[in-house]
């Protein structure tokens, strides 16, 4: 299903800029990173949520490659 939504401009630049290095539109580079957010979004508390978004705090991550 495809719908329309509005987004930032800023993060339209972002993505835009981002094609330097990823050969897709910026449309497949926005995707990309909601399926990531997604995906850390649910390995975290909802209060580390509110303070990521606040910009209190700093994410730091290990990739564990699963079986």
């Known amino acids: 299903m495809t719908e329309k939504i509005k987004i930032d ?3 339209i630049k972002e993505a835009e800029a981002a ?3 990823y050969p897709q539109s910026v ?3 926005i995707e990309k ?3 990531i ?3 850390v979004a649910q390995q975290l508390s909802e209060r580390d949520l509110v ?3 606040l910009g209190n705090g700093t ?3 290990k990739l564990e490659k699963s079986d």
């Open 9 to 11: 401009n800023d993060l």
């Open 19 to 21: 094609l330097t290095q």
């Open 27 to 29: 449309t497949e580079q």
């Open 33 to 35: 990173w909601i399926y």
């Open 37 to 39: 957010g997604k995906a």
């Open 51 to 53: 303070e990521l978004q």
């Open 59 to 61: 994410l730091i991550f």
